[in-house]
């Protein structure tokens, strides 16, 4: 029998091959969280978005003006119904499983986001993604000047109050650069979500989850040698030699020589040494 993460790994190997407009950023953020929980109903998560576009749209009546429906959109999810940002526990990991937001009401930047868009989706007010470092936002697609917050329960941003945003995040420590406000694309999307995870499992020491989150990224991102190679100095790190090495191996092939070539090199040849004890 298939192991359930298993069978994820390769649907999103699937992704990894899709055009980025054909990638289902909700379905894949449920396919996210049913590693975590392998019962998850994956097709009644995605109709308690449905449930809730119903709630807005009943709001919103035939008004179609931008500025009104964005503002509709967050006090129904963020007055009405209790989204928030989770400040007191930023960093537990059901806070970037999209389906315990929806039970729990509680998420970080990213997943408030992606909750947002995906309500937006189904209501015909088009959100796009906006990836800034520490802080994901959106934008209405046909506002370019006007970003949504739903870490802040949905608040309005200008440009500016984008890049003050940024510096307190940043406790100043990161340069204003406009490009920080490009919409990203779906596979981003989701690998910037998988990307959460894995920080937050290898900073809690949680290994099995973190080689979990890193099988999703080389999946999802075949061509971004970084994934598989980050995956292979966890693998050395436990002592997992052969995984270890095909990662390495794989990494050192795919492009020219970078500045830790020589210590990829010399984890192989450790490896190489083990193996022949």
Same mark, same amino acid.
């Given at each position: 029998?298939?192991?359930?993460?298993?069978?994820?790994?390769?649907?999103?190997?699937?992704?990894?091959?899709?055009?980025?407009?054909?990638?289902?950023?909700?379905?894949?953020?449920?396919?996210?969280?049913?590693?975590?929980?392998?019962?998850?109903?994956?097709?009644?998560q995605v109709e308690l978005l449905d449930s809730l576009a119903a709630g807005v749209s009943r709001r919103l009546g035939d008004r179609q003006d931008n500025l009104f429906c964005?503002?509709?959109?967050?006090?129904?999810?963020?007055?009405?119904?209790?989204?928030?940002?989770?400040?007191?526990?930023?960093?537990?990991?059901?806070?970037?499983?999209?389906?315990?937001?929806?039970?729990?009401?509680?998420?970080?930047?990213?997943?408030?986001?992606?909750?947002?868009?995906?309500?937006?989706?189904?209501?015909?007010?088009?959100?796009?993604?906006?990836?800034?470092?520490?802080?994901? #936002? @959106?934008?209405?697609?046909? /506002?370019?000047?006007?970003?949504?917050?739903?870490?802040? !329960?949905?608040? =309005?941003? *200008?440009?500016?109050?984008?890049?003050?945003?940024?510096?307190?995040?940043?406790?100043?420590?990161?340069a204003w650069d406009p490009a920080f406000l490009a919409p990203v694309g779906n596979r981003d999307f989701v690998a910037r979500i998988l990307r959460n995870l894995k920080g937050?499992?290898?900073?809690?020491a949680d290994h099995d989850r973190a080689i979990r989150m890193m099988d999703l990224l080389v999946a999802l991102l075949p061509t971004e040698s970084r994934e598989q190679r980050?995956?292979? #100095? @966890?693998?050395?790190?436990? /002592?997992?030699?052969?995984?270890?090495?095909?990662?390495? !191996?794989?990494? =050192?092939? *795919?492009?020219?020589?970078?500045?830790?070539?020589?210590?990829?090199?010399?984890?192989?040849?450790?490896?190489?040494?083990?193996?022949?004890?």
């Open positions: 029998m298939i192991d359930h993460t298993d069978a994820v790994v390769k649907q999103f190997a699937g992704l990894g091959q899709a055009p980025d407009e054909e990638i289902d950023v909700a379905r894949a953020a449920f396919l996210i969280g049913s590693t975590e929980y392998p019962d998850l109903d994956v097709d009644g964005l503002n509709t959109l967050a006090e129904y999810l963020f007055d009405e119904v209790g989204f928030q940002g989770n400040q007191q526990d930023y960093y537990n990991p059901d806070n970037s499983y999209l389906n315990q937001v929806l039970s729990l009401r509680l998420g970080i930047p990213i997943t408030l986001s992606l909750l947002c868009s995906e309500v937006g989706k189904r209501i015909g007010v088009p959100l796009v993604g906006i990836g800034m470092p520490g802080h994901f #936002l @959106l934008r209405h697609q046909n /506002e370019g000047d006007l970003f949504l917050d739903p870490f802040n !329960r949905g608040i =309005l941003l *200008s440009v500016d109050e984008c890049a003050q945003r940024l510096k307190d995040v940043g406790q100043g420590n990161i937050i499992y290898l900073n809690g980050d995956r292979g #100095l @966890l693998h050395f790190e436990l /002592e997992h030699w052969e995984q270890a090495k095909e990662d390495l !191996r794989h990494y =050192l092939d *795919s492009g020219p020589p970078s500045q830790d070539t020589a210590a990829v090199n010399w984890m192989l040849e450790r490896i190489d040494a083990n193996q022949t004890r």
